[in-house]
């Protein structure tokens, strides 16, 4: 196997931003970078589109349907973390279409604090409500929201979720970012359905006092279905999305209350992971991997 290569992109001292397109990491022909310009955007636009609206049971709007793009207000405002796979010498190891030089393979929008509050809050406010949780821990703490993830099916390997998490972490230390954020789905709209996984989630992800907060009381499903001594907590994790899955061996917890989401064909719940509550492999393991780069 190729090794994962660390890449240390260049950042303006005056904006803090990063430069545009700079990798963040490289494996083999994969390579995982912030877009750069608005085509960049439009591509992760068409593979939300592509896995969210024809794969799953997302129902598009009338637009949707003509762009071929899931795109929403806050795709302006918010970086896309895109990994995409290049074109190799010769293209024996490629799987690219006929012509084409590189593809979005995955993606993930990422919104920081300072940007949500110039526009119009953060999107999982319209689902939770977010501005307790955010008043509480005050203006030194910085919050980023994670969303609208999505990898092609034949590139959902270890490897390429690993490039999207070392994206996302390095996009975290550059701008030291406090807290993640954001809605992650179960796919189906019946919370009955969902009582085992949603009662799990409540039982097993519950946060501490400092970081409940809860979804909007109109919209609230309540998760507490089944009492926690009749869950099978191995049987039950097996069955959820590797997403989430992700999320809490990290050492996420889970926000009071899921929201479904109609349009979507999804039932939402809210992660909460402070950057100084991940679990301590999954941090050693991403410095074992800056060191390795520094190294090479």
Same mark, same amino acid.
């Given at each position: 196997?190729?090794?994962?290569?660390?890449?240390?992109?260049?950042?303006?001292?005056? @904006?803090?931003?990063? $430069?545009?397109? @700079?990798? #963040?990491?490289?494996?083999?022909?994969?390579?995982?970078?912030?877009?750069?310009?608005?085509?960049?955007?439009?591509?992760?636009?068409?593979?939300?589109?592509?896995?969210?609206?024809?794969?799953?049971?997302?129902?598009?709007?009338?637009?949707?349907?003509?762009?071929?793009?899931?795109?929403?207000?806050?795709?302006?405002?918010?970086?896309?973390?895109? =990994?995409?796979?290049?074109?190799?010498? +010769?293209?024996?190891?490629?799987?690219?279409?006929?012509?084409?030089?590189?593809?979005? !393979?995955? @993606?993930?929008?990422?919104?920081? %604090?300072?940007?949500?509050?110039?526009?119009? +809050? #953060?999107?999982?406010?319209?689902?939770?409500?977010?501005?307790?949780?955010?008043?509480?821990?005050?203006?030194? /703490?910085?919050?980023?929201?994670?969303?609208?993830?999505?990898?092609?099916?034949?590139?959902?390997?270890?490897?390429? &979720?690993?490039?999207?998490? %070392?994206?996302?972490?390095?996009? !975290?230390?550059?701008?030291?970012?406090?807290?993640? &954020? *954001?809605? $992650?789905?179960?796919? *189906?709209?019946?919370?009955?359905?969902?009582?085992? %996984?949603?009662?799990?989630?409540?039982?097993?992800?519950?946060?501490?006092?400092?970081?409940?907060?809860?979804?909007?009381?109109?919209?609230?499903?309540?998760?507490?279905?089944?009492?926690?001594?009749? &869950?099978?907590?191995?049987? =039950?994790?097996?069955?959820?999305?590797?997403?989430?899955?992700?999320?809490?061996?990290?050492?996420?917890?889970?926000?009071? +209350?899921?929201?479904?989401?109609? %349009?979507? +064909? /999804?039932?939402?719940?809210?992660?909460?992971?402070?950057?100084?509550? &991940?679990?301590?492999?999954?941090?050693?393991?991403?410095?074992?991997?800056?060191?390795?780069?520094? $190294?090479?």
């Amino acid at each position: 196997m190729l090794p994962v290569r660390r890449h240390y992109p260049s950042m303006n001292k005056r @904006t803090g931003e990063v $430069a545009a397109g @700079t990798a #963040f990491a490289s494996h083999g022909s994969m390579e995982v970078r912030l877009a750069r310009n608005l085509l960049d955007i439009r591509r992760a636009e068409h593979l939300r589109y592509k896995i969210f609206f024809e794969e799953m049971s997302a129902i598009p709007s009338r637009m949707a349907r003509l762009t071929q793009r899931d795109e929403d207000e806050f795709d302006k405002i918010c970086d896309h973390l895109m =990994v995409l796979e290049h074109a190799t010498p +010769g293209g024996q190891f490629s799987r690219l279409p006929w012509g084409r030089k590189s593809r979005v !393979v995955g @993606t993930y929008r990422l919104l920081r %604090q300072d940007m949500a509050e110039e526009f119009s +809050g #953060f999107y999982s406010q319209n689902e939770f409500d977010l501005a307790p949780l955010i008043e509480r821990h005050g203006p030194k /703490t910085k919050f980023l929201e994670v969303g609208r993830s999505c990898v092609m099916k034949e590139f959902r390997t270890k490897s390429i &979720i690993e490039l999207l998490w %070392q994206g996302i972490w390095s996009y !975290v230390n550059l701008h030291k970012l406090d807290v993640m &954020i *954001g809605c $992650a789905s179960l796919t *189906g709209t019946d919370p009955d359905k969902l009582s085992e %996984q949603l009662s799990f989630l409540h039982h097993f992800g519950k946060p501490p006092p400092q970081w409940q907060t809860s979804a909007h009381a109109h919209l609230r499903v309540d998760m507490n279905m089944i009492p926690k001594e009749k &869950i099978n907590p191995r049987q =039950v994790l097996r069955t959820l999305p590797p997403q989430i899955k992700g999320y809490l061996r990290a050492g996420a917890y889970i926000g009071d +209350g899921a929201v479904v989401d109609h %349009q979507f +064909g /999804t039932t939402d719940v809210l992660i909460i992971l402070p950057v100084a509550d &991940i679990k301590a492999r999954y941090a050693n393991h991403y410095r074992h991997k800056d060191k390795l780069a520094k $190294a090479n």
